[in-house]
């Protein structure tokens, strides 16, 4: 069994930055991909931010040139930096990390609150 543990989340206001972080119970060279997704009241979840086994990212329209995702495998983290922060932002955020045979595992997520 796989466990991720997501911190960093909280309070911000509008403009402001915020650094999540994901730690992964087992090395991180045994997932095909790492990822962000987001989970806002009423709506469906997800996908924001994406890194492969080799590093290839791919990211959400709306948060292209605001988010980073990273990650140190000698941690077993994953990383996800979020600047210029909007009130849709808001959301409970989840860390994902997808085996080679697509299997899915997830974090309990958590909060980030955007003030306007």
């Known amino acids: 069994q796989v466990q991720l543990v997501e911190s960093g989340g909280g309070l911000v206001q509008t403009g402001g930055s915020l650094r999540l972080s994901c730690v992964a119970s087992r090395s991180l060279f045994s997932f095909n991909k790492m990822g962000w997704y987001r989970q806002a009241p009423g709506k469906q979840r997800e996908l924001v931010a994406r890194?492969?086994?080799?590093?290839?990212?791919n990211y959400a329209d709306s948060v292209k040139g605001r988010f980073t995702i990273s990650r140190d495998n000698t941690k077993k983290m994953v990383y996800l930096q979020m600047n210029t922060l909007k009130p849709e932002d808001t959301a409970v955020y989840y860390c994902?990390?997808?085996?080679?045979?697509?299997?899915?595992?997830w974090g309990q997520g958590t909060q980030v609150t955007v003030s306007s």
């Open positions: 890194i492969t086994s080799s590093g290839v990212t």
């Open positions: 994902n990390a997808q085996e080679y045979n697509l299997r899915d595992y």
